[in-house]
């Protein structure tokens, strides 16, 4: 009866019918309450399942997500130099470790002028450096110095300096 009915409720309709007629009731009310009962369990399971695939592309897309990004940094990370070697000229597959994306090997320092006009430029900086050195008394170098050598340095460099000003 409990399958029918739930437990005190419409007990005064209940208690109306006989024992037979509750038992035809049941009988013929059963299947109608089950198909109820699975259709609304269905829609639950449908609803569930529904959450769960929603889950589960989330997770997947999460994880691809996270996937790219590590494979992203590791491009980032170990980008490879691409300079030509020099046995084969064949791309160098070291790991690039400088600032212009290159190894340890390629792409150093600059090798200096190559035309006669850029050497020229080259040669009259570094006279025009030197002669500014001259001209402020051929200063000794202060850094890198203790702070005693540095005084007994500067007022060697001051010196000279002045004797040179003099003698102009
Ligand atoms: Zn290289």
Redesign the pocket.
């Known amino acids: 009866m409990t399958a029918l009915w739930g437990q005190g409720q419409r007990s005064e309709w209940r208690d109306r019918l006989t024992p037979e007629q509750l038992v035809e009731l049941e009988e013929r009310e059963a299947p109608r309450i089950a198909a109820g009962r699975a259709r609304r369990e269905s829609k639950r399971q449908a609803r569930r399942d529904d959450h769960e695939l929603d889950q589960l592309v989330a997770y997947a897309v999460r994880a691809t997500d996270v996937e790219q990004r590590r494979a992203q940094k590791y491009v980032d990370n170990h980008k490879l130099?691409g300079?030509r070697t020099r046995k084969d000229g064949s791309p160098?597959r070291?790991v690039a470790i400088r600032p212009n994306g290159?190894?340890k090997?390629?792409g150093g320092l600059s090798t200096g002028p190559k035309t006669e006009e850029g050497k020229q430029r080259c040669r009259e900086a570094t006279q025009r450096t030197w002669a500014a050195w001259r001209a402020a008394g051929s200063p000794k170098r202060t850094y890198n110095r203790s702070p005693e050598w540095r005084a007994n340095i500067t007022a060697a460099n001051r010196r000279r300096a002045l004797m040179r000003r003099l003698a102009a």
């Open positions: 130099c300079g160098c070291s290159r190894c090997w390629h």
